[in-house]
């Protein structure tokens, strides 16, 4: 009897002990968790607080080759130290929405590749005058030349980084295709003209701007010639990605909508085989684009240069125009040559926009004509 309630004594004292072990192990548990709660909330709440305190000098630290890509402002900023593949990658962005977050108001660029001066800069300062919000002026000289101008000017601090370039070589594509780059850092770019200092305005600005901004399709003379100075230049090294019945020949001097100009720029296929293939005697800059929208966007080009120019003289360059050749008659002439050409669905005797080539001798005379004949307005 004494030994049963010794071990009955016993078994309590085991099970006392075994109940104070579990509320001890409990306790610990719950003062456990509530502790790593109160840390795992401290040291969130701490990373949150670094995280958020750090990631403008995170992102300001990130390695970008060329620290210009971080901003682009397009119309002041043409010293922008891009490469050209940089500058290229840049332009080839294109918004996926249709709206702009700002009030665009749709420009032409006008674009003057060049060796050296604008003889001819004061016929087209008083063509832009009195309507700077609706253009834009890109140059490209040789490297090391500086226009020199007012501040006032159109032309004021519009030189783009340029590359050396000589006539026949791919170089000469290279410069155009630089020049539309540019001008498509300016969202606010709609079509695209390319000039030389010898290109001279037939018409006024309202006249030119309304023609190019309500036009469906850009203007790009794109034909097949099967003569020697056409087809004759092909290349079969092209094969397969250019077949000879898709080469184009044209004329150099286009204008181009937006969407054409952003392909064009993005472009490396087929502009690599040209720049590897298309050598001199094959003049790049009259095969490259040419061919490249006859295979891809003939539907968007009106297969025609607003740029009129004399060929009547024979040979490799056209014709040069002196003071001489300068009168009333001759530029009505270009002007309403009885020629009739597609515009959109209609047809139209507004043909030209622009002409060329004229020498330096021609300001004067040209001059004289901008109000009565050419239709400009004086400001």
């Known amino acids: 009897m004494k030994s049963t309630t010794v071990d009955r004594h016993i078994g309590l004292l085991n099970l006392a002990k075994t109940l104070s072990f579990l509320v001890v192990f409990v306790a610990g548990v719950v003062v456990g968790m509530t502790a790593s709660s109160q840390i795992n909330r401290y040291f969130v709440s701490q990373a949150k607080l670094y995280f958020y305190s750090n ?4 992102f300001s630290a990130m390695q970008i080759p060329n620290p210009a890509l971080r901003n682009c402002s397009s119309e002041a900023n043409l010293t922008h130290g891009f490469s050209d593949n940089e500058l290229f990658w840049r332009a080839s962005m294109v918004p996926r ?21 604008l003889p001819l800069m004061p016929l087209w ?47 000469l594509a290279e410069a155009e295709r630089r020049l539309l780059a540019n001008a498509l850092l300016d969202f606010s770019n709609e079509r695209f003209v390319l000039l030389s200092e010898s290109c001279i305005p037939i018409y006024n600005f309202p006249i030119v701007y309304k023609y190019l901004i309500n036009s469906d399709y850009s ?12 087809r004759g230049r092909y290349s079969r090294n092209m094969l397969p990605n250019i077949k000879l019945y898709q080469w184009r020949k044209g004329s150099q001097w286009f204008e181009l909508s937006r969407e054409l100009a952003v392909n064009i720029v993005a472009d490396t296929k087929y502009y ?9 005697s094959c003049y790049p800059d009259e095969h ?17 240069s607003v740029t009129w120019v004399d060929w009547s003289m024979g040979g490799p360059h056209p014709a040069t ?4 050749n300068i009168t009333e008659g001759f530029i009505q002439a270009l002007r309403n040559n009885g020629t009739v050409c597609p515009y959109n669905s209609e047809k139209t005797s507004v043909c030209y926009l622009f002409a060329r080539k004229f020498a330096p001798s021609a300001l004067e005379p040209l001059l004289n004509l901008t109000s009565k004949v050419m239709g400009f307005k004086n400001f």
């Open 55 to 58: 990631m403008n000098n995170h």
């Open 97 to 117: 929405r249709a709206e702009y977050p700002f009030k665009r108001v749709p420009k032409v660029a006008f674009m003057f590749l060049t060796r050296g001066p």
């Open 125 to 171: 300062e008083r063509f832009f005058e009195g309507h700077r919000k609706y253009f834009s002026v890109y140059v490209h000289a040789l490297p090391g030349f500086e226009l020199n101008v007012s501040m006032h000017s159109a032309f004021y601090k519009r030189q783009i980084p340029s590359k050396s370039v000589e006539w026949g070589t791919v170089a």
């Open 219 to 230: 203007f790009v003379e794109s034909y097949d010639d099967p003569s020697r100075y056409g």
């Open 288 to 304: 490259y684009i040419q061919t490249f929208l006859n295979m891809f966007y003939g539907s968007l080009n009106a297969n025609r």
């Open 321 to 324: 125009l002196g003071a001489a």
């Open 272 to 280: 690599t085989l040209f720049k590897k293939y298309c050598k001199p």
